[in-house]
């Protein structure tokens, strides 16, 4: 039966989930306008960690199973790209991943499991935020922090 009450609490259910939708654009918003020069082209920033796992091991990073883990988030068509190829490559019981909360705010990727059944903890590093993850491979390290990142257990840094 609808009584005044279940409509008051649905209408809040529908004014929260369009304040959510609101903020998630606001803040892709704010990322997209960050890369964009006065005419308006997207500009990508270079990546700061852009190693490679060699079977040789000569790139400092030898293929070896379960000694990498990947931070990513399935909002990003880049970080979503890599979960493709691992599954494609038939590497998901060898390499491991998290998932941050889609919703990017200030402060940048954040872990929140309880976010939806999606989002993860990080369960490597333990981390609350992504810039945590960055600044354990390098203390000093200033850029962008992005999705996705392939972690490296063994020597504990981002390849
Ligand atoms: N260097 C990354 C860039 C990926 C990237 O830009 N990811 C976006 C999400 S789609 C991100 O993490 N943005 C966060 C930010 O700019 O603060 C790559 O090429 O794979």
Redesign the pocket.
Known sequence: MTTPLTTLRSTIRFSQTLYRIAAAATSMAT?AT?DLTATGEFV?RP?AFHNKITADGSSGFKAEANRYHLYV?YA????SRTLAVRKLKGLEKIISFNVVDWL?EEG??KFNPNRDDATTADTVNGSARLREVYLKADSCYAG?????VLWDKKTGTIV
């Open positions: 990322v960050k990508r990546t988030c990003c068509p880049w970080a990017l940048g990727w962008a922090i992005t999705v996705p």
